[in-house]
């Protein structure tokens, strides 16, 4: 496995994304120094500081993306470790953000961007930077 395609490089990635797409919007973003936080960037944007955790993915698996939600490797979520669950689905160029509440309880969550009559869960959080 070259170091360009591991699962921190890969998720690195995204989370540089997040941070430019942040910037781009207008918000400012900070990034914690260690990698022992509950989340990934804090984004000071029209409602304050707000946590979020960053996830990615291209696996196309049983006709949706999946990512977990949890801290950690198959963890549960759980209540304060962030704010917002940023996704990021590159094949379709899509982002979610869904408040952390949401997700309480689930170690994973599932994503329909190649569907437009989607009526997934969380569908109604793509590209909802407005949130923050």
Same mark, same amino acid.
């Given at each position: 496995?070259t170091?360009? *395609?591991?699962?921190?490089s %890969?998720?690195?990635v995204?989370?540089?994304?997040?941070?430019?797409?942040?910037m781009?919007?207008?918000?400012?973003?900070? %990034?914690?120094?260690?990698d *022992?936080?509950?989340?990934?960037?804090? %984004? #000071?944007?029209r *409602?304050?500081?707000t946590?979020i955790?960053v996830?990615?993915?291209?696996?196309?698996?049983s006709?949706?993306?999946?990512?977990?939600t949890?801290?950690?490797?198959?963890k549960? *979520?759980t209540?304060? #470790?962030?704010?917002?669950?940023?996704?990021?689905?590159?094949n379709?160029d899509a982002?979610?953000?869904?408040?952390q509440?949401?997700?309480l309880?689930?170690?994973?969550a599932?994503?329909y961007p190649?569907?437009?009559?989607?009526?997934?869960?969380?569908e109604?959080?793509? #590209?909802?930077?407005?949130?923050?």
């Amino acid at each position: 496995m070259t170091p360009a *395609n591991d699962n921190h490089s %890969v998720g690195a990635v995204y989370e540089i994304e997040f941070q430019l797409e942040c910037m781009r919007r207008g918000h400012t973003v900070s %990034v914690p120094i260690c990698d *022992n936080a509950g989340y990934d960037a804090i %984004v #000071d944007g029209r *409602n304050g500081l707000t946590r979020i955790q960053v996830r990615g993915t291209t696996a196309f698996l049983s006709h949706r993306y999946q990512v977990g939600t949890g801290i950690g490797k198959n963890k549960i *979520n759980t209540m304060g #470790d962030y704010d917002y669950l940023a996704v990021r689905i590159p094949n379709h160029d899509a982002w979610y953000l869904v408040p952390q509440d949401e997700l309480l309880h689930s170690a994973t969550a599932k994503f329909y961007p190649h569907n437009s009559k989607s009526k997934g869960r969380f569908e109604k959080y793509r #590209d909802a930077f407005g949130l923050l």
